[in-house]
């Protein structure tokens, strides 16, 4: 259309007053249609020309964002905004010429009605050229307070789960001190046969069993309380040397094979050690858990996009669906001595690094733990440069086992 009408105002002046009738009649036409379109729309459109001066405001902008009364079109574009807030930003913005997206702003409506602004500023660009800018708003307040209720509902089945672990977990230790208890209260009512070493070895039990709780409310609070984590920018590649390297011994005594995998261009991510070294730890030794016949463990480190992403390899006995599906649960354990609390405690750390796990894994090949971490934007430059790229190629290929296969 735009050609067809740049191509009429070239022969402008060959036109008759007909033709031009039908080119303006068109043009109109062309304009309702836009207008109709941008007014349809829930989201507010408000855009400005090259001087910051309104030339465009659509409904739905006119009914989110509280406007000064009277006509907005060629005045500052954050002049007509009302609130302070909204104003200063775009000002701001549109001083610096930054390009802001999805910015948040809570406004409070009469009576007491709050309301959630997402509030983005995007050049206006015409033929590769900025020729304004363009303020989109969107309300966003349902969609955060669906957010809020899922947190509350993820929270309160996460809760549900953690008690019903807890009661299953004291009922086996708090049975068996019962029974102790009255076995000794029956031999002390039959007094002749009162035998010291028995009652010692019950006591014993007892004891033990009271060992057992205690460790089960102190994972459980451990579990259950705030992390006290302090992130600091951090190399991830040396927490990994130093932790194979400290783990090297007690891997090879089990006949298993470490690699570390790590890709020297890693930029640095906020960390608290002595937690993801806690983290990583658990996992490794979960690979040891899971290779008792021997096997390789390989340790790998990449970056992706604006993450880097760890991983731990193992070629062990796997796990079924089933299994990985209650892996992160309390409690959830498949080994005899196992607490079952050690990936409990890895998410939430992992969580608490504003990260992200993930597992594939297949019975009798082996397992991956995908672990991702944001890259902090001062992070960008902190690249490790400590050691050179140990991967080889063999690692590589690794790195890609299973990568289409299903996680959880
Ligand atoms: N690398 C792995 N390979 C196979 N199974 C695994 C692996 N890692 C975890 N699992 C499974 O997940 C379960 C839960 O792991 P988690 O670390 O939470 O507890 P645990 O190792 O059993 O006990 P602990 O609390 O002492 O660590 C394990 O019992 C095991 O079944
Ligand atoms: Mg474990």
């Known amino acids: 259309m735009r050609k067809f009408i740049q191509r009429a105002l070239n022969k402008l002046s060959k036109l008759d007053s007909q033709q031009i009738q039908h080119l303006i009649m068109d043009l109109a036409s062309e304009n309702e249609n836009l207008e109709i379109v941008l007014d349809s729309m829930t989201d507010g459109v408000l855009a400005a020309d090259t001087e910051d001066r ?48 999805d910015r948040e702003f809570t406004l409070s409506g009469p009576g007491g009605n709050t309301r ?17 800018s363009i303020l989109h708003m969107q309300d966003i307040s349902e969609k955060r307070w669906r957010e809020a209720r899922l947190r509350r509902a993820e929270s309160l089945a996460s809760l549900t789960t953690l008690t019903a672990g807890v009661a299953h977990e004291i009922k086996n230790p708090l049975g068996s001190i019962g029974i ?26 007892i004891n033990e069993e009271v060992d057992r709780l205690n460790r089960i409310v102190v994972d459980f609070l451990f579990a259950v309380r705030p992390m006290d984590i302090h992130p600091v920018v951090g190399c991830l590649n040396c927490l990994l040397r130093d932790l194979m390297g ?15 995998d790590l890709e020297d261009s890693i930029p640095h991510i906020m960390m608290d ?43 062990g006995i796997g796990m079924s669906s089933e299994v990985m599906g209650k892996i992160f649960e309390p409690y959830f354990t498949t080994r005899d001595f196992g607490s079952g609390i050690g990936l409990t405690l890895v998410y939430k750390i992992i969580k608490e690094h504003g990260g992200d ?20 934007q001062s992070g960008q430059h902190l690249i490790d440069s400590t050691h050179g790229d140990s991967r080889s190629p063999g690692d590589s290929a690794q790195w890609e086992v299973w990568e289409n296969e299903d996680e959880v």
């Open 54 to 101: 309104v030339i465009l405001c659509n409904k739905a902008a006119e009914r989110l964002l509280p406007l000064v009364p009277g006509d907005i079109y060629d005045r500052l574009l954050w002049e007509v905004i009302e609130d302070l807030d909204i104003s200063q930003f775009v000002q701001t913005c549109l001083r610096t010429q930054d390009t802001v997206e």
């Open 116 to 132: 959630i602004l997402s509030i983005s500023i995007l050049p206006l660009v015409q033929a590769g050229k900025v020729q304004g």
């Open 180 to 205: 102790h208890i009255q076995l000794i209260q029956r031999m002390l009512k039959n007094n002749k046969s009162v035998k010291e070493d028995d009652i010692g070895t019950y006591l014993e039990v």
């Open 246 to 260: 400290f783990m090297q011994y007690e891997l090879e005594q089990a006949g298993i094979q470490s690699v570390v």
């Open 273 to 315: 050690e002595k937690f993801m070294k806690q983290a990583i730890l658990n996992m490794v030794k979960n690979a040891m858990n899971a290779m008792p016949e021997g096997g390789r463990l390989v340790v790998s480190s990449r970056k992706k996009g604006d993450e880097v992403i760890l991983r731990i390899i193992d070629d």
């Open 357 to 376: 796990i993930s597992v594939v894994s297949q019975e009798g090949r082996g397992t991956t733990f995908t672990l991702s971490f944001p890259v902090p």
